[in-house]
């Protein structure tokens, strides 16, 4: 079955493809992915309007078949059956067939809903670059722990290496989204989230701040650049060299409400994005939030960094049963 | 002291923006006018006696419908002003607070105040009607119902030009919308307005869920219950259920605004994200509640005007019972994107998936009803049919949308938009519009201009498709809600202007409506009991109905009772026969809902501004209306046989 699946996704993508030659087909960014990720996003979007319209095409002929044959006309030849209420065998097949296919649709949707899993690091033998996200009022800021650099609302990757983002937010809620990479994940305080994706080619893709967040929040949009690991490498370095620090009381001044054009820094503060994190757990941690907390593996059933009186540096498991709601459980 | 009372008045009224000044100067010059035209004519009495103390189900349902038509201008201004603003990039018509103001009232004004109140109201012109009984269950709480509906809307909108519209979206997430980020009194507004309304709609459904099990005709066993009837019940079931989750929400989001607590604060360990999982538990079933009613109303201008019985009684009835149920099962669908993991996940995907299967069953039921039917097109038909398409597009986006990691890539975005105005649109919208012009004889006694109504029709759905097909695209080109502005670069102007030209011919639809009333009005044209070929009981009384509905219950063992009975006479059988006229015993009206509802929007109001000297004697006021009424002792009262039968000799003159 699933191989059907690929020949007919082959044959949806080809028809995607032709449109996407077409002028204005290049605008259609959803369509047009330039990552793993955002491929397979679209291979299921393909998979399932196909599905759909195996139900819709005939559905919306039938309606119009029917609405014309049945119309009232004085000559009308149509058959006219009053009483015609109720058939057993058609109604049994227009419970089945889409019964069928949601079933269908379903078992599709689960199996791409664990391989496209946001916190599921991606195979590949390039080791994953961090950036850590934090949305702000209104501007995103990215933190590269290990080239220890960060900008605003600019980021830069080396393309076909795995980047792993984590999110997290000192405002209201926002949502990251880079349409051509693949799709979004919240950006919510006191939770890390994760996020992996890849760019397959170099090139340099739209990034949305895609949930409302207040004010200015049409001006939280950012480039997200692929280059090469060559270019990157320089990309860096001219950063290291040229720009100013990012400091503790830097960060405080930028998390203030307002917009910001693309900047860069040349470092960060020590553990700045875990003690963004813990900060809503309900108690400061101060700086205790040390680096070891990077290693962490934050994964979707606990989101939540830092709850409670737990340290920040504590280890926390992707099965932790933690859920948002109780903190006080953990005492 | 002059300065502090400008200072006030600067507070108070919201400044600065010439198109508010403009709407202050209207609503000011309408109030004068409506005040000169009730005095000028003596119409205070009328105003008093025959509406606002009104506990007739005929009536409460004319003024839902009547508040439901102005807050749709309402809605629809914002909405075109949202147009307007996004027509061209770069453009600085509105400014990103105005906007977001915006398209926040559009939203809560849309759904609760106008999808709601057209609904409530079809549910009081028709479901009494229906199925034979002379009013509903508690005439008094529905008079209540509307009260509270009516002062909460109005709360909702004195924000408009009073201290300032709330703008943290229609579910107002928190943190946003917590005192941290939203100081002003809009989300005070917005918390008070709903919640007074939210106990208006809860004891509807109370109302409606109780009138439909107890007060039927005898006769009418519950599978023998037309299907808006259906519909209603399983509507109502569902607002049951679904509207304390909304009061409890807000209530708790009250109470961190007010009282400094932390539900959903960011700080102290507050959880916003659980806000958003409740304030879903409701907004689910929400979207299900307003668009059961319309499936029924499809269900019965098809069988109607394809002259045939409704195909599938059986199966449409599981459908709509099943879609109530699964409603509840479905909410994080909304935000597959806040990383509950894989499992959660795929939960709600399927649950969701398994929706579409009930309602795609009624669309193959709606077909085979006009299968073999002889099928006529005046309005009410013209909007059921073009539904059908509409509603079938918009599903399938809809079901798009439920594969998990796909949504990923439409949430937040003008894809998401598209279909939910797909479905509310196409589906609700629709339904409701298809409901008032089929049932707008039987409430009015007179007929509505066809050749306008087809103007508007036309209009409004070229208009519909003109304006959402290019969101669709729009989404996929990752333009995302809510963005007051973009830029060129964007490339999204071609198709964004394009969606607004659609908004504006979707405007001119609905002044085609209103010129077909106001032009309807002016060469009235008298309408028969039964103006359409009709199916159930309603159409069996005159137009409009008498006070007291049916001079006798009458007698439906068959499931369209009244098209039997007309069959049976035009095979030359003879009616059913009408019992003996009896004195008919009618609930007395009552001025107590509108002061309580009064006393309501002055505790809300006092409650917005934390001004406890005014909130304190408003819920004192309610006390003692609650008071009053429990030591009301006469509250009904007979109507005698002779005056039945003057009544009845009048109306029959009039048919």
């Excluded at chain 1, 397979?40 to 919306?60: E, M």
């Excluded at chain 2, 943290?168 to 809009?186: C, F, K, N, R």
């Excluded at chain 2, 507050?270 to 499809?298: C, Q, T």
């Amino acid at each position: 079955m699933v191989k059907g699946f690929r020949r007919l996704m082959a044959v949806l993508s080809l028809a995607a493809m032709t449109i996407l030659m077409t002028g204005c087909g290049e605008k259609l960014i959803v369509l047009n992915p330039k990552g793993a990720i955002g491929k397979h996003q679209l291979d299921l979007i393909l998979i399932s309007t196909a599905l759909c319209l195996v139900v819709i095409v005939p559905v919306l002929i039938l309606t119009f078949y029917i609405v014309w044959k049945y119309r009232q006309r004085p000559e009308s030849k149509a058959k006219y059956d009053p009483h015609w209420e109720h058939s057993t065998k058609l109604e049994l097949i227009w419970w089945g067939i889409p019964i069928v296919i949601i079933v269908i649709l379903a078992a599709v949707t689960a199996r791409y809903t664990y391989m496209l899993e946001p916190s599921k690091p991606l195979e590949h033998e390039a080791k994953p670059i961090v950036i850590q996200v934090t949305s702000l009022d209104w501007k995103w800021l990215f933190q590269y722990p290990d080239q220890d650099i960060a900008t605003i609302n600019y980021i830069q990757f080396p393309e076909d290496v795995p980047i792993e983002f984590r999110l997290t937010s000192d405002a209201p809620m926002n949502s990251f989204w880079i349409p051509q990479l693949g799709g979004q994940i919240y950006t919510m305080s006191g939770m890390a989230m994760k996020l992996h994706l890849i760019a397959d080619e170099p090139g340099s893709y739209m990034g949305m701040g895609a949930n409302f967040s207040g004010k200015d929040f049409g001006k939280m949009q950012f480039t997200a650049k692929a280059t090469s690991q060559e270019e990157f490498d320089a990309w860096v370095k001219e950063v290291k060299g040229s720009s100013p620090a990012l400091t503790n009381e830097g960060y405080e001044q930028l998390a203030k409400p307002g917009v910001s054009d693309v900047e860069t820094f040349s470092s960060i503060p020590a553990g700045l994005f875990e003690r963004i994190v813990t900060k809503y757990g309900g108690h400061d941690h101060g700086g205790t939030g040390g680096e070891s907390s990077t290693e962490h593996e934050h994964g979707a059933d606990s989101d939540q960094a830092a709850t409670g009186e737990m340290p920040a540096d504590m280890e926390m498991d992707g099965d932790s049963s933690m859920n948002h709601g109780d903190h006080a459980s953990h005492d | 002291m002059l300065d502090n009372i400008k200072d006030f008045a600067s507070d108070f009224f919201v400044t600065g923006d010439p198109l508010i000044y403009g709407a202050d100067v209207s609503i000011g010059l309408t109030m004068i006018a409506v005040v000169f035209a009730l005095t000028y004519f003596k119409k205070w009495n009328w105003l008093w006696k025959d509406w606002l103390t009104t506990v007739d189900h005929k009536r409460i349902g004319i003024m839902y419908v009547i508040a439901a038509l102005l807050m749709l201008f309402r809605g629809g201004v914002d909405a075109l002003l949202m147009r307007t603003q996004l027509a061209v990039p770069d453009s600085d018509f509105l400014s990103p607070e105005h906007y977001n103001q915006i398209f926040t009232t559009h939203g809560v004004i849309m759904i609760l105040f106008m999808a709601m109140p057209l609904m409530f109201g079809l549910f009081n012109l028709v479901i009494p009607l229906q199925i034979g009984a002379r009013d509903v269950a508690f005439p008094f709480l529905n008079s209540l119902s509307f009260w509270l509906f009516f002062f909460g809307a109005m709360l909702f909108n004195v924000s408009f030009v009073i201290g300032g519209s709330p703008d943290a979206g229609w579910l107002s997430y928190p943190p946003l919308s917590e005192m941290s980020h939203s100081p002003g009194v809009g989300q005070d507004f917005y918390i008070w307005g709903i919640q007074i309304s939210g106990i208006g709609s809860l004891m509807t459904g109370i109302n409606f869920v109780v009138t439909i099990l107890k007060m039927r005709t005898p006769g009418m066993k519950l599978m023998k219950m037309p299907m808006f009837t259906w519909s209603v019940l399983s509507s109502s079931l569902t607002i049951l259920l679904a509207f304390p989750i909304l009061t409890v929400t807000l209530a708790l989001l009250f109470i961190d605004r007010y009282f400094g607590a932390h539900f959903f604060t960011l700080d102290s360990g507050g959880n916003p994200m659980m806000y958003i999982n409740l304030i879903w538990m409701w907004g689910h079933p929400e979207v299900y509640i307003i668009v059961l009613p319309a499936f029924g109303i499809f269900s019965e201008i098809v069988a109607t005007f394809s002259k045939k019985r409704l195909f599938g009684y059986k199966s449409m009835v599981f459908a709509l019972m099943s879609i109530s149920l699964f409603s509840f099962f479905t909410w994080a669908h909304h935000f597959f994107t806040m990383g509950s993991g894989a499992n959660v996940n795929i939960f709600f995907a399927i649950t969701t998936m398994i929706i579409a299967i009930p309602t795609g069953v009624k669309v193959f039921n709606w077909l085979f009803t006009m299968f073999r039917g002889r099928i006529s097109f005046p309005t009410p038909m013209l909007w059921t049919v073009a539904f059908i398409p509409c509603f079938i597009v918009g599903g399938m986006t809809g079901v798009l949308l439920s594969v998990a990691p796909a949504d990923f890539q439409f949430h937040n975005s003008y894809f998401l938009i598209a279909h939910f105005h797909q479905v509310i649109i196409g589906g609700v919208a629709f339904g409701f519009f298809a409901g008032l012009y089929y049932w707008w004889p039987k409430v009015f006694g007179f007929t509505l201009n066809e050749r306008l109504g087809k103007w508007a029709f036309w209009t409004w759905n070229i208009g519909f498709y003109v304006c959402f097909m290019p969101q669709y695209v729009l989404g996929l080109m990752g333009m995302t809600r809510r963005l007051s502005t973009y830029g060129w670069d964007k490339g999204w102007y071609e198709l964004n202007l394009t969606s607004t030209i659609g908004g504006f011919l979707m405007g001119i639809g609905f002044l085609f409506q209103v010129w077909q009333i106001l032009h309807s009005i002016k060469f009235m044209k008298r309408a028969t009991g039964d103006p359409w070929g009709g199916r159930t009981l309603e159409w069996s009384i005159p137009s409009p109905a008498p006070l007291y509905n049916f001079a006798t219950l009458p007698q439906a063992d068959e499931k369209d009772p009244w098209w039997e009975e007309k069959t049976r006479i035009a095979d030359g059988h003879a009616p059913l026969p009408k019992p003996k006229l009896e004195p008919i015993h009618m609930p007395k009206n009552s001025g107590i809902p509108f002061v309580m509802s009064s006393f309501w929007f002055v505790a809300g109001f006092g409650l917005v501004f934390d001004w406890l000297w005014m909130a304190i004697p408003g819920f004192v006021g309610v006390a003692v209306c609650m008071l009053v009424h429990s030591f009301r002792y006469k509250t009904d009262y007979y109507i005698p046989v002779d005056e039945i039968e003057r009544t009845e000799a009048a109306a029959r003159r009039n048919v």
